[in-house]
């Protein structure tokens, strides 16, 4: 399906793109974005935050719809990362099984084309879910039926939109798995190679901030680092903002942060050098 989406996108070199479409394309991109951020990812697979059923459904589907694949699915591969980041069973790393150009190729999307693909174990409490399992199961269904819809509203050029939308989410999310692994900063202590990196965060509305992810994965807000004086910051993360505003609406509660005692006891020492793996005590991680 990702490879459709690339030869799809290769539409609009033949219809071009107004701006009607081009305003449809960054609307898929944001709001698939978003759902597979606050949904798949904060909600669904850490917890950092509660919410209903309804919005744990509904935003799964829109996911689906990313071209993310289905819920089962993406929290198994997520939580797998946790457990083996940046070691042999990490299933995306930069690091391993290679590194350099050919590690970021297969962070990127290599690992897909291979048996990687297969998670070994998929995540019970999204299998007991019947509504969750059926969207897991049927997780192309929404991607079809977003590529029909962007067909009825514009033709060809409105599809070639969608496909070009579906590419560029597809890449920004791996991003995350590549580039915040190889470039970037360390404000938090790890054992591992996550980074802050600010272009990956503005790519995939938040995400970016990766260190921070991996000191503390269960943290609704991932925009945080400390600063050279070792003060605490707060950087733009809407994924947080997106998550916030479903607390206004009474749609989301409980969301989950550290507190800044916390944050600071994590910081790294500021002398550290970022080019190698952190020379930190090792800190289990937890999903």
Known sequence: MIIASHIGSLLVLITGLSWGSILWLLFLYVIRMLATTSIYHRLLTHKSYQA?????????????AAGQMGPSWWKAHHMIHHQYVDRDLDPHSPHTPAQGIKGFGWSQ???????????AKLPSDVEEDGVLKVIDR???????ALGALSYFIGGVEYLGAFFLST???FHAVQTVN???????????????????????????????WHNLHHAFPASSRQGIT????????????????????LELLKLASKLRMPAE???????????????GLPAAVK????S
């Open 138 to 144: 049927l997780h192309f269904i929404p991607l079809v």
């Open 226 to 245: 400390i600063s050279a004086a070792g003060q605490v910051v707060y950087l733009p993360d809407p994924t947080f903002g997106f998550i916030k505003m």
């Open 109 to 119: 999307g290599g690992w897909l084309l291979s048996p990687n693909f297969f998670p």
């Open 178 to 208: 590549s580039l915040s692994h190889i470039v970037g900063e360390q404000p938090f202590s790890t054992n591992d190679h996550s980074r802050n990196n600010g272009f990956v965060a503005f790519l995939t509305l938040g995400e970016g």
């Open 261 to 275: 005692n916390d944050l600071l006891a994590r910081a790294r020492n500021q002398n550290f050098q970022h080019s």
């Open 283 to 286: 800190i289990p991680v937890k």
């Open 52 to 64: 209903s059923n309804l919005v744990l459904w509904v935003g799964s589907i829109v996911a689906a």
């Open 167 to 169: 590419t560029l989410l």
